[in-house]
């Protein structure tokens, strides 16, 4: 025969008999659900002021976005002026009528102190307004960004990458510019020889007579005695065919590059000029290509002994901007 039960488990099997009853009778459901309910409410109560107060703190820091916003817009217009009603005194009028006055609006300090001085100061759509009317301060800004943006470097250290970048795009300067060099040294010396062929009565006397094979004229035995009007006279039987054939030489290459132009052709420079900027696009090519050709495109300024001024011998705040 089976032994009898522990008065333990008993007592415990009764315990949780009891305990289910009361658990799951009518009307211990309805109070457990009446306490879920209230406890439920209670909860969502909290989380809506919670969301409340984070509203109203969303709220108070959006406007004073707003207000930010509106006083640097109001900055940009310092320059208005407004129309007020006063009285003339001190004078004798016929009316006693008010006159209009106009009383002009000067910045104070602190708009002053908010005025941009440098390119790096403006946002990205005034750059780009600037970059498409081709200031090239505008495009090397873009690229020092690009830069930053790619690399993930601040703006001091990407101008060491620029500088690179400059290095290898005036790689050929000096064979880029060669034909540009040599046109302005040849204008100089030939403009400077025809006017003392003509009118120099030395210089005359010795071309006309080794070069040209011309002797003086016959009442004049040395070219002294002539004046330098006659001198321009007598060397201009065999100096207008040079001067007139070397005009309409330069008449007919001003036509021609009229008409390169119209048919939008590139010209020399704009060949050599994208192809500089190809080359430094494909060097560089993590960045974006259409900026980084934009900025090389252009040859730097030179001095007048025909040297560049490299950007990178200008420093980080680089060439005059305008501002």
Not at 116 to 135: D, F, K, R, W, Y
Not at 160 to 189: C, L, N
Not at 218 to 230: A, C, G, L, P, W
Request: with cysteine.
């Amino acid at each position: 025969t089976p032994s009898p039960p522990h008065p333990t488990h008993v007592d415990a099997a009764m315990a949780l008999s009891s305990a289910c009853r009361r658990c799951f009778c009518p009307q211990a459901l309805r109070q457990n659900t009446f306490r879920a309910g209230f406890v439920r409410t209670s909860s969502s109560h909290v989380s809506a002021d919670e969301q409340l107060t984070q509203m109203r703190s969303e709220l108070a820091e959006l406007r004073r976005d707003v207000q930010a916003l509106t006083k640097m817009m109001e900055q940009d217009y310092v320059g208005y002026r407004k129309t007020v009603m006063q009285e003339l005194e001190g004078r004798e009028v016929l009316t006693q009528l008010k006159h209009r006055e106009k009383l002009e609006i000067r910045p104070s300090v602190e708009t002053a102190r908010l005025q941009p001085t440098h390119i790096s100061e403006m946002g990205h759509v005034t750059l780009a307004h600037l970059a498409l009317q081709g200031n090239h301060m505008a495009h090397r800004e873009r690229l020092i960004r690009e830069i930053m943006a790619v690399d993930d470097i601040s703006w001091h250290e990407a101008h060491q990458v620029m500088f690179e970048m400059d290095r290898e795009k005036e790689k050929h300067y000096w064979i880029i510019t060669m034909p540009y060099r040599i046109g302005i040294t040849f204008a100089s010396v030939a403009g400077l020889a025809s006017c003392l062929m003509v009118f120099c009565p030395p210089v005359a006397k010795w071309y006309g007579i080794h070069v040209a094979g011309e002797e003086l004229p016959e009442d004049k035995r040395d070219i002294s005695e002539m004046t330098i009007n006659q001198v321009g006279a007598w060397t201009w039987t065999w100096m207008e065919p040079m001067i007139g054939v070397a005009s309409f030489l330069l008449l007919c290459c001003q036509f021609t590059r009229a008409n390169i132009l119209k048919l939008q052709m590139k010209s020399w420079l704009e060949l050599v000029e994208s192809m500089k900027a190809d080359r430094l696009a494909n060097r560089f090519p993590q960045y974006d290509r259409s900026i980084v050709r934009t900025w090389a495109k252009p040859l730097p300024k030179a001095n007048p002994n025909f040297f560049p001024i490299y950007e990178r011998a200008t420093g980080m705040r680089g060439p005059s901007s305008g501002l």
